[in-house]
């Protein structure tokens, strides 16, 4: 199997093990933008995705700005990831 995409995997499922656990207990919802909401589940999910892809990848990605400085969304907001 592709390395790359092994990975995508393994940080999807962790990313879908952490919704599911606010699911189960809850979550609240925040404003991102005027017409843009964000949820703290959406914040933890990403942090648990990017965290598996910054264990595998270290050299990789330069991580620029803290999500809960910004509170935007690393994997969407253009410049956070740079190769």
């Known amino acids: 199997m592709n390395k790359d995409l092994d990975i995508a995997r393994k940080a999807a499922r962790e990313g879908v093990r952490i ?4 699911k189960k207990d809850g979550f609240i ?5 005027f017409h843009d909401l ?25 991580w620029q700005k803290s999500l809960q400085a ?5 994997i969407t907001e ?6």
């Open 19 to 22: 919704i599911k656990e606010f």
């Open 29 to 33: 919802v925040k404003k991102k933008g």
């Open 38 to 62: 964000i949820t703290d589940a959406d914040i933890a999910a990403e942090e648990a995705i990017l965290s598996v892809i910054k264990r595998l990848f270290p050299t990789t990605i330069s």
């Open 70 to 74: 910004t509170a935007r969304s690393p």
């Open 78 to 83: 253009p410049g956070l990831l740079t190769p």
